[in-house]
């Protein structure tokens, strides 16, 4: 076999290779547009709701009724410690929460009541949370060298 011949059978079983890749192809493209409308609708989802903005509490009462609020209820209670108006909270038992443990200390966002402050049992400031529980990089950045006595 010599000029690049084709053994017997062979062209069919190469035809049929490339109907199936194209076939993978055009999958790939359908997965690759539906990702792309996920995203669409997601950003779509989070400007109806407020342009992406987390929707504030009034109180840690009200924020203690949404999802993330009750697992945070569920494993700490409140001190006597207040900050800017607003009662602070201890972890009292290990807890499967991301970034929490026990002894570390909380408290709701007097100014905006959008995120949770998240101390170290020793007072220094440890992350920032939006309402969800998720970490808020750019509000803990502004929060660097901040303690609770």
């Given at each position: ?28 493209g ?12 997601n ?10 903005r ?15 609020g ?7 209670n ?8 607003q ?27 959008d995120?949770?402050?998240?101390f170290?049992k020793?007072?220094n ?10 970490s ?14």
């Amino acid at each position: 076999m010599s000029g690049g011949a084709l053994a017997p059978g062979a062209g069919a079983i190469a035809g049929a290779g490339a109907t199936v890749g194209a076939g993978a192809l055009a999958h790939g493209g359908l997965v690759f547009s539906n990702t792309i409308q996920n995203g669409m609708d997601n950003i779509q989802q989070m400007q109806s709701s407020g342009g992406g903005r987390v929707q504030p509490v009034g109180n840690m009462s009200e924020f203690f009724k949404s999802k993330f609020g009750k697992k945070l209820k569920d494993c700490s209670n409140k001190t006597s410690k207040m900050v800017d108006g607003q009662s602070v909270y201890t972890v009292t038992e290990k807890t499967n929460i991301p970034g929490l443990k026990k002894g570390d200390q909380f408290y709701l966002d007097g100014l905006h009541k959008d995120h949770i402050e998240v101390f170290d049992k020793r007072g220094n400031i440890k992350d920032v949370l939006n309402l969800d529980g998720t970490s808020n990089p750019q509000k803990f950045k502004n929060a660097m060298g901040r303690t609770i006595k």
